[in-house]
């Protein structure tokens, strides 16, 4: 039997390169999905692709009455929200702290951060109603150490890690489920395309090269593991941190033999 089915998802930036990838994989699995995104012309050309079982709500995750009334759409569709995937973020234009300005701060926080505090905040609710469930909130590798010109974006990533596991705890007992994956370098116009403001895009001074896995992540290495994570097989896992990056924090992988 599909590990979805009668289950509903709601994935925030559902429109784009990741989010479209996860949604659609829920989708084949069985699930209802809800495409939340501000992108409201993929959105809308992802429910045709998919047909029956999917809706677009136009999702500001910045904006708390934009989320509820995405949430009550959810209901309202198909009885019920199992799964929460927080997925939509940006990031900065590549900037040291003492040139970053503080509305550029505010925006990439706002995103990433607050919106995946929103998107908790007003899911919750309705994954009580539905007996439980699983949010995932995408982090990043960034996440978890220092990247020289992205402050705003490292700083959204480490906090979502802290609210993660601050709302594993509030919502355990209630069998809901929180953790968080970290992607590493995935082929998107997340790094194809430059940040708003930017001139080159991540994939024009990036190469996975020297990593263990010397390629770049495809959507499809992110969908698996977060299938994973929101299925009953992970019914036992909660709070935990989950890196899908080819070996990028491990740090170059030598080749002496190459000398
Ligand atoms: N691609 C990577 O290399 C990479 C690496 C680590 C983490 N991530 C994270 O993965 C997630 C998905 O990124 P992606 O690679 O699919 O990027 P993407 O740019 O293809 O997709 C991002 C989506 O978020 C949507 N979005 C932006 N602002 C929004 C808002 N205010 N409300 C709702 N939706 C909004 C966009 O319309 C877009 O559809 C992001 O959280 C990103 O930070 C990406």
Excluded at 47 to 71: H, I, K, P, Q, Y
Excluded at 169 to 177: F, S, Y
Excluded at 192 to 202: F, K, M, R, V
């Amino acid at each position: 039997m599909p590990r979805f089915d009668n289950q509903t998802v709601l994935v925030t930036g559902g429109a784009g390169g990741q989010g479209s990838n996860h949604v659609r994989a829920f989708h084949a699995e069985g699930a209802n999905v809800v495409i939340g995104d501000i992108d409201t012309e993929r959105g809308a050309a992802l429910v045709d692709e998919l047909g029956t079982r999917a809706r677009f709500a136009r999702l500001d995750v910045t904006d708390e009455s934009s989320w509820s009334a995405a949430v009550s759409a959810a209901e309202r569709a198909f009885g019920a929200l199992n799964v929460l995937v927080n997925n939509a973020g940006v990031q900065n234009p590549p900037a040291p702290i003492e040139n970053t300005d503080q509305a550029t701060w505010s925006r990439i926080l706002d995103i990433n951060l607050t919106g995946t505090f929103l998107g908790m905040k007003v899911a919750a609710p309705a994954l009580r109603r539905a007996a439980g469930g699983a949010i995932v909130n995408i982090a990043s590798t960034m996440g978890l150490g220092g990247t020289a010109h992205y402050a705003p974006y490292v700083a959204s990533k480490w906090a979502v890690r802290g609210l993660t596991r601050t709302a594993a705890l509030e919502l355990g007992r209630d069998h809901i489920r929180v953790n968080t994956i970290h992607p590493g370098v995935i082929a998107t116009p997340f790094i194809h395309e430059p940040a708003a403001g930017a001139t080159a895009a991540i994939a024009d001074f990036y190469s996975p090269e020297p990593f263990a896995i010397p390629r770049l992540g495809e959507p499809s290495d992110v969908t698996r593991l977060l299938l994973f994570l929101t299925s009953s097989d992970a019914s036992f896992i909660t709070g935990s941190e989950y890196v899908i990056d080819g070996g990028l924090l491990l740090g170059p992988a030598l080749q002496p033999e190459a000398a």
